[in-house]
Structures are given as C-alpha cells and as structure tokens.
C-alpha cells in the first residue's frame, strides 16, 4: 500500500482493475516472481522544466500499477516530490510491441518497498548501500576494496533495505499499447483513465 494514498475516501477506482487491456499487459509484462526484470526508460519533470529520463528496473506491476525502487537521495525522487508525475516507456522490437504509460506518482511506505529490496541480486542490494555520493568520488582503487570488504563483512542473503531504499508506484492515467507488424501498418491503441475511472480507448495511427 502507498502512502498517503486517500482509496479509502473514494470510490472512483484509480487502478487497472476494471482496464480493458489489462490481460494483454499481463501478457507482455514478466509476472513479479520471475527474477529478470524489465527494462524501462522512466521519465520526470525536471526542477528546470526539462524532462529528466533514466533507465530503472520495472520492480513489479499490479492492478495498483508500476513499481520502481531507487534511493531516496536521487534526482528523480526530489523531482517526484516536487511534480510526483511520471512516464516511462519500453518496446519489444522484436515481438512488435511498445509500451508507454504516463501517470501520478507515490512514494511508498519502507514496508511495502523492503519485499523487493530481498529479491534483487546481491549485486544490486550493495549496490543500494554503498552507491552515495561519496563513494563515487572515490578512486577506482578506493571503490574495489570498499565494495570488496563490504561484500565479504555481510554474507549473501543477509542484507536489509538501506533507509535510503525507497519504492515509487505509478498509478497510470494514460496506457499506449503500439503493435507493429511487418505485413501492414503499426497502430497504437491509446487508454485514458476518466475523471469516473472508466477508461476511453482510441485507435491512433503508429
Ligand atoms: C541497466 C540499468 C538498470 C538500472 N536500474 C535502476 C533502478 O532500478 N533503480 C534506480 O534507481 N536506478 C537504476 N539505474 C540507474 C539509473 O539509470 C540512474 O542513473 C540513477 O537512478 C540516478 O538517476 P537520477 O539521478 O535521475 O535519479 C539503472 C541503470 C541501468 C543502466
């Protein structure tokens, strides 16, 4: 659950349950057990009024909607609090497929992000304790042996989430499914949420 999320006052959904492109979602996306994770550029607003863009691991996708986990120190988290709206998009070249979704943005509580945190690799989870500021400005020679004696002084499993450990749901307003083919034209079918949570479908060109 996130915080500060007012579901309990309203009766509008503000998910996918009720999206009629839900189960092709489910079909394009890996389900949250399985350990590789998908690829996606996530965009926000920038404190200078340009789009901020990075690639982040999609954590996991629910009918609630996309998680990310990051540090709480990050650029895209000071951005988030000020203007808490996202994109992100990921295509499948291969498989003729492209998604992009846009939405609203919450920071959720240490307890709901920690089940990720336990299925990241060990890489990633001390890469979330030891990647601050301080330890990039060290020397490559500084940053072996500290990873090095960190990795050795907690053994593989044995890790919790850093306090800077801090998942992020996206809560879509605006789902873009393009489907490419080789024999004809790509389109794209477009899903907007409306203000009574029922979601509009257009079909746009590709
Ligand atoms: C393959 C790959 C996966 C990444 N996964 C994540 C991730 O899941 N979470 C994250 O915060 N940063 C991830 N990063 C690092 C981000 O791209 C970015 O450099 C970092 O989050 C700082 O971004 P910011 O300063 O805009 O907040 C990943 C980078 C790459 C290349």
């Known amino acids: 659950m996130a915080s500060g999320n007012p579901l309990g006052a309203s009766t509008i959904p503000v998910g996918l349950s009720s999206a009629p492109f839900l189960s092709e979602l489910r079909e394009w996306l890996p389900t949250n057990d399985e350990f590789v994770r998908p690829l996606v550029a996530l965009a926000t607003l920038g404190e ?9 691991l999609l954590s ?7 998680f990310f986990h990051t540090d709480s120190r990050s650029r895209k988290v000071a951005e988030l609090a000020r203007a808490p709206r996202a994109s992100f998009t990921i295509a499948w070249p291969e498989f003729g497929r ?5 939405g609203d943005t919450e920071m959720l509580t240490s307890d ?3 089940h990720v945190f336990a299925k990241r690799s060990p890489y990633l989870q001390v ?6 500021s301080a330890f990039a400005q060290q020397a490559l ?3 072996l042996s500290h990873w090095a004696a960190f990795t050795a002084a907690h053994a593989t499993g044995t890790l919790s989430p850093p306090e800077t450990w ?4 996206l809560r879509p307003r605006r789902v873009t499914l393009w489907h490419g083919r080789p024999d ?3 389109r794209r079918t477009e899903h907007t949420r409306e203000a009574d949570g029922t979601w509009s479908t257009a079909i746009l060109p590709g």
Do not use: M
């Open 127 to 132: 890469l979330a304790h030891l990647n601050d």
């Open 98 to 102: 492209q998604l992009s979704v846009t």
């Open 141 to 143: 020679d500084d940053r």
């Open 166 to 169: 801090a998942g992020i749901l």
């Open 184 to 186: 004809t034209a790509s």
């Open 60 to 66: 996991e996708f629910s009918e609630e909607g996309f």
């Open 48 to 56: 200078d009024g340009y789009p901020d863009v990075r690639h982040v």
């Open 112 to 114: 709901a992000a920690a």
